[in-house]
């Protein structure tokens, strides 16, 4: 009976009457299939294109490039997949509400928890780095704020640990002190959370406006970026392409994969689109694939200008041109990742007030989260907590950590969207002809019977062929190779046991591609990674069980019917 309950789920036709397709939602329907796109592209190009790339390149040298290859296949699988949620389901959510309709109440717990992760924290590390841009741009006007106002207190602790010269101990050892305690924080990202979460308060039309605006500037500074900096690129810095081998480029996975996370927030804005079921699943995929082009050249072009080994820096896009000498870019560069970074802060801060909206809505969370401002048409309240949620850890967190922990987080959300689309029931002909009809996207089936084997076959005579070494290599347990190598093997299992699946039940390729693509990219994640993500859903889990639980709607339903 518990069980029963645990994996309730919940049909899509009452999800509709919430809100959506003719449903009856409080939230202005403003957006169309640009204003979407664009949303997509805001979240996608910011900390991944200014920072993260950075460290992924430092990791993988210009090899790195077939990662962002890899990651893009399988954010491309995910987003089709998105999409076809998007377009039986358009109401806000995201992956939460497509849990609760393939999985069931728990899984939908489970990834509304992660969502948290992949919105809330993860703009922790965006402001975190829109800091450093912010100030470099402040520097060039002369204006400098002192250092113990420009850091988080953990990196200026453990800056003074190893006592190494450095802003982190310039910070510490000027910072003011009351009763005892030095006072350091990070003000621009402070102050920048506080700026985007009034906006995304106020309303879903000027955030439009905003963001459109930035899109078009980032895009065209990058641009520069690329055309400037092939000038100075050095063919000589691609050799060796994979200085660290395969595992150097895959040790990149949470750098890399972070810059892409951004575009599943599209679906969070489902019910203030004007035609989500046409609009939201073309938005998704149109910006991803921009996105993708653009990280590929700019990986090849900050690669080819410098050593990799240069590259391990939070601002690489400054580093490059300072490197090269060439000042008035460093001006440009700052103005990019400022905008681009904004734009970023603000589609996520966009996101998370609606996912729990949505779970509030469900009775998972407080009544309180699903009110909806009477002028703005914005879930208001949710809006201030998840403006506290980013704001408040800026005081004691650093972004190596934020970084790892968003990245896993997202990646097992998106595993459960794909294994959604695998567990969902077949459309009857008359609502295929009817999606048909209106342009809602639907997604190609295609017979994974003897394809997916096959395929699998083919990658592994491939991988034996270019790396003889390598299936050697994965199952050494010797040493600390344990913690590496047993994630690759149980993809490995994985892998068999999806092939027989799919040989026995005619599962639909696309979608088991993407689960599979984004398995084998959590095998990146470390232990340290792991750990605490198991940490995080044992909360998720205590507060569901204490609270979401015995309040969820379809609980009370049941209960009623029992009566």
Same mark, same amino acid.
């Given at each position: 009976?518990?069980?029963?309950?645990?994996?309730?789920?919940?049909? !899509?036709?009452? &999800?509709?009457?919430?809100?959506?397709?003719?449903?009856?939602?409080?939230?202005?329907?403003?957006? =169309?299939?640009?204003? $979407?796109?664009?949303?997509?592209?805001?979240?996608?190009?910011?900390?991944?294109?200014? #920072?993260?790339?950075?460290?992924?390149?430092?990791?993988?040298?210009?090899?790195?490039?077939?990662?962002?290859?890899?990651?893009?296949?399988?954010?491309?699988?995910?987003?089709?997949?998105?999409?076809?949620?998007?377009?039986?389901?358009?109401?806000?959510? %995201?992956?939460?509400?497509?849990?609760?309709?393939?999985?069931?109440?728990?899984? +939908?717990?489970?990834?509304?928890?992660?969502?948290?992760?992949?919105?809330?924290?993860?703009?922790?590390?965006?402001?975190?780095?829109?800091?450093?841009?912010?100030?470099?741009?402040?520097?060039?006007?002369?204006?400098?704020?002192?250092?113990?106002?420009?850091?988080?207190?953990?990196?200026?602790?453990? *800056?003074?640990?190893? =006592?190494?010269?450095?802003?982190?101990?310039?910070?510490?050892?000027?910072?003011?002190?009351?009763?005892?305690?030095?006072?350091?924080?990070? $003000?621009?990202?402070?102050?920048?959370?506080?700026?985007?979460?009034?906006?995304?308060?106020?309303?879903?039309?000027? #955030?439009?406006?905003?963001?459109?605006?930035?899109?078009?500037?980032?895009?065209?500074?990058?641009?520069?970026?690329?055309?400037?900096? *092939?000038?100075?690129?050095?063919?000589?810095?691609?050799?060796?392409?994979?200085?660290?081998?395969?595992?150097?480029?895959?040790?990149?996975?949470?750098?890399?994969?972070? +810059?892409?996370?951004?575009?599943?927030?599209?679906?969070?804005?489902?019910?203030?689109?004007? =035609?989500?079921?046409?609009?939201?699943?073309?938005?998704?995929?149109?910006? /991803?694939?921009?996105?993708?082009?653009?990280?590929?050249?700019?990986?090849?072009?900050?690669?080819?200008?410098?050593?990799?080994?240069?590259?391990?820096? %939070?601002?690489?896009?400054?580093?490059? @041109?300072?490197?090269?000498?060439?000042?008035?870019?460093?001006?440009?560069?700052?103005?990019?990742?400022?905008?681009?970074?904004?734009?970023?802060?603000?589609?996520?801060?966009?996101?998370?007030?609606?996912?729990?909206? !949505?779970?509030?809505?469900?009775?998972?969370?407080?009544?309180?989260? %699903?009110?909806?401002?009477?002028?703005?048409?914005?879930?208001?309240?949710?809006?201030?907590?998840?403006?506290?949620?980013?704001?408040?850890?800026?005081?004691?967190?650093?972004?190596?950590?934020?970084?790892?922990? !968003?990245? &896993?987080?997202?990646?097992?959300?998106?595993?459960?969207?794909?294994?959604?689309?695998?567990?969902? %029931?077949?459309?009857?002909?008359?609502?295929? *002809?009817?999606? +048909?009809?209106?342009?809602?996207?639907?997604?190609?089936?295609?017979?994974?019977?003897?394809?997916?084997?096959?395929?699998?076959?083919?990658? $592994?005579? &491939?991988?034996?062929?270019?790396?003889?070494?390598?299936?050697?290599?994965?199952?050494? @347990?010797?040493?600390?190779?344990?913690?590496?190598?047993?994630?690759?093997?149980?993809?490995?299992?994985?892998? &068999?046991?999806?092939?027989?699946?799919?040989?026995?039940?005619?599962?639909?390729?696309?979608? /088991? $591609?993407?689960?599979?693509?984004?398995?084998?990219?959590?095998?990146?994640?470390?232990?340290?990674?792991?750990?605490?993500?198991?940490?995080?859903?044992?909360?998720?889990?205590?507060?569901?069980?204490?609270?979401?639980?015995?309040?969820?709607?379809?609980?009370?339903?049941? #209960?009623? #019917?029992?009566?």
């Amino acid at each position: 009976m518990l069980l029963t309950k645990l994996f309730r789920k919940k049909s !899509t036709s009452i &999800i509709l009457k919430q809100g959506g397709d003719g449903g009856h939602t409080d939230l202005h329907k403003v957006l =169309n299939v640009r204003d $979407l796109t664009f949303f997509g592209i805001a979240a996608i190009i910011g900390g991944g294109t200014f #920072s993260a790339i950075g460290n992924a390149c430092f990791s993988g040298g210009p090899g790195v490039v077939f990662l962002y290859i890899i990651c893009a296949i399988a954010c491309g699988f995910t987003a089709l997949c998105y999409a076809e949620f998007a377009s039986r389901v358009p109401v806000s959510g %995201s992956a939460y509400t497509y849990a609760y309709v393939s999985f069931g109440e728990l899984f +939908a717990w489970i990834i509304g928890w992660a969502l948290i992760m992949e919105y809330s924290i993860g703009n922790i590390y965006i402001a975190f780095s829109w800091s450093g841009y912010f100030t470099n741009l402040l520097e060039s006007f002369h204006l400098h704020l002192p250092e113990w106002l420009t850091i988080n207190y953990k990196s200026a602790q453990d *800056a003074l640990l190893a =006592n190494k010269e450095s802003e982190g101990l310039t910070a510490w050892q000027n910072a003011p002190t009351i009763s005892g305690l030095r006072i350091i924080f990070d $003000l621009p990202a402070v102050v920048i959370n506080m700026l985007i979460t009034y906006l995304v308060y106020r309303g879903t039309k000027e #955030s439009k406006n905003f963001s459109n605006v930035m899109v078009y500037i980032k895009l065209a500074i990058i641009a520069l970026v690329i055309v400037v900096g *092939a000038f100075y690129i050095d063919i000589d810095n691609w050799t060796p392409f994979m200085p660290n081998g395969f595992g150097g480029v895959m040790g990149g996975v949470s750098a890399v994969f972070f +810059a892409y996370i951004g575009f599943d927030a599209v679906s969070t804005l489902a019910e203030e689109s004007k =035609n989500p079921q046409r609009d939201l699943p073309r938005g998704m995929i149109y910006s /991803l694939v921009i996105c993708t082009v653009v990280y590929i050249i700019l990986a090849l072009v900050i690669t080819g200008m410098v050593s990799y080994k240069l590259l391990g820096v %939070s601002d690489p896009l400054a580093e490059i @041109f300072a490197l090269k000498g060439v000042k008035w870019m460093l001006f440009i560069v700052s103005i990019a990742a400022v905008v681009a970074m904004t734009s970023v802060l603000l589609v996520f801060q966009m996101g998370q007030p609606r996912i729990w909206m !949505t779970m509030s809505r469900d009775g998972l969370m407080p009544k309180k989260f %699903s009110e909806i401002h009477p002028k703005y048409k914005t879930p208001s309240f949710a809006t201030i907590v998840t403006g506290l949620v980013v704001g408040i850890p800026i005081f004691f967190t650093d972004e190596n950590f934020v970084l790892d922990f !968003t990245s &896993i987080g997202t990646l097992f959300a998106f595993v459960l969207v794909c294994g959604g689309v695998l567990l969902l %029931s077949p459309q009857s002909e008359a609502e295929l *002809a009817e999606r +048909a009809t209106k342009g809602k996207f639907r997604i190609p089936y295609v017979n994974s019977k003897y394809i997916f084997p096959i395929i699998c076959i083919g990658t $592994l005579g &491939i991988v034996q062929y270019y790396l003889p070494n390598y299936f050697i290599e994965t199952f050494d @347990f010797s040493g600390d190779k344990v913690a590496t190598n047993l994630p690759l093997i149980v993809f490995f299992i994985l892998c &068999i046991v999806m092939a027989v699946i799919a040989f026995m039940k005619n599962l639909s390729l696309i979608p /088991l $591609l993407g689960l599979i693509s984004c398995c084998y990219l959590l095998t990146g994640m470390a232990v340290s990674n792991w750990k605490w993500f198991g940490v995080w859903l044992v909360i998720g889990l205590v507060v569901y069980f204490l609270y979401g639980f015995k309040n969820s709607k379809l609980n009370k339903k049941q #209960s009623e #019917s029992l009566k």
